[in-house]
């Protein structure tokens, strides 16, 4: 099979590769199972459109009907955001999805994956996934961070969440060689909080300064991600000790609940949502367009490198 019989381009994104302008990945798993409708389709609309302000072009990845969809016309996204038949897809899952032609939801270590087939470096998220607390001996370590240690592209996220065990994720990545760089902050971000007691590697001020790292980086043939902490903007933030405390308890009730593999982030953040009493939502859609604009301005400069 050619490989690009599996693939399909929004129109869209189609001109922009004619055109020779920068583009930005998007996932899906957010979409599907990382918010509520109709905040989803909501957030995934002016997410597209905070890119295109920044002189990007949005690509949202999914899997529609056996094809690797790169950029999403707005029925698919409103089909994504309201179907509870799509599956969460990530590296495991692509091959299986793709034969029987099934609809999927791509996590970042697949968008990752579509990205780099389509020739796109920058992917903006709200959270990655990661070592989860207890993995010493429940084994679960997001394919998220392998994927970020052997593909070239660079993910932009709003840090790592507490449900995960912050400090493990962060040896993974030192380990796999993948440069952990703070957009205007020295501390990793915990995603509803701009801080967490772990530094990130380096604190970058600028994007300018991003796309030469990140350029740098692939024209050594270091190959693999860069992961861009980004803060949630102050106004939107949530108290470290509040989430802490909240997230403890939606722990808790993942472990009564027998919930274990690919279900744990989804019922977690659902749980944490329940907790907040919607907050932590309000909180997820502020960080996702705030990196939005971080990561399109971080495409237009990597863009410029190249030409
Ligand atoms: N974190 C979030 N929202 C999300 C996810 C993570 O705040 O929607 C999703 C992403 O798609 C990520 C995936 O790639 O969960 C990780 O899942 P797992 O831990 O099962 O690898
Ligand atoms: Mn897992």
């Known amino acids: 099979m050619k490989l690009e019989s599996f693939i399909e381009y929004s129109q869209e994104v189609l001109e922009a590769k004619k055109n020779n302008r920068p583009v930005v ?3 899906s798993t957010i979409i599907s199972h990382g918010m509520p409708y109709p905040q989803n389709v909501e957030t995934a609309k002016t997410v597209e459109q905070i890119i295109r302000e920044n002189g990007a072009i949005p690509a949202t990845i999914a899997i529609i009907n056996g094809k690797i969809k790169i950029g999403l016309t707005e029925n698919e996204v409103e089909f994504l955001a309201k179907s509870d038949e799509i599956e969460k897809a990530s590296r495991r899952d692509l091959p299986y999805l793709l034969m029987k032609k099934k609809n999927g939801a791509t996590t970042v ?3 990752m994956i579509c990205a780099n087939l389509a020739n796109i ?5 709200g959270g990655i996934g990661g070592v989860h607390r207890e993995a010493e001996t429940t ?3 997001s394919a998220d ?3 970020l240690a052997r593909t070239n592209v660079a993910v932009v996220c709003a840090g790592a969440k507490s449900i995960l065990d912050i400090g493990l994720t962060l040896e993974y990545l030192e380990t796999h060689g993948v440069p952990v760089l703070g957009y205007e902050t020295k501390t990793l971000p915990a995603f509803y909080s701009r801080t967490s007691p772990f530094e990130v590697d380096y604190q970058v001020d600028s994007t300018e300064e991003m796309a030469q790292i990140i350029d740098t980086k692939w024209g050594l043939g270091l190959d693999g991600g860069v992961v861009i902490a980004n803060p949630v903007p102050k106004e939107d933030e949530l108290a470290p000790e509040l989430m802490d405390q909240i997230i403890e308890t939606a722990l808790i009730e993942a472990k009564k609940n027998g919930i274990t593999g690919k279900e744990t ?3 977690l953040l659902d749980k944490v949502k329940e907790l907040t009493k919607g907050q932590s939502l309000i909180t997820n859609i502020a960080l996702v367009k705030n990196n939005a604009k971080v990561g399109a301005g ?5 863009h410029k490198l190249k030409v």
């Open 25 to 27: 990945a998007l996932e």
């Open 265 to 267: 982030t989804p019922f």
């Open 298 to 302: 971080i495409a237009v400069r990597l």
């Open 139 to 141: 084994m679960d370590i």
């Open 109 to 111: 270590a697949a968008t």
């Open 145 to 147: 961070l392998q994927e």
């Open 121 to 125: 470096e920058v992917f903006v998220t």
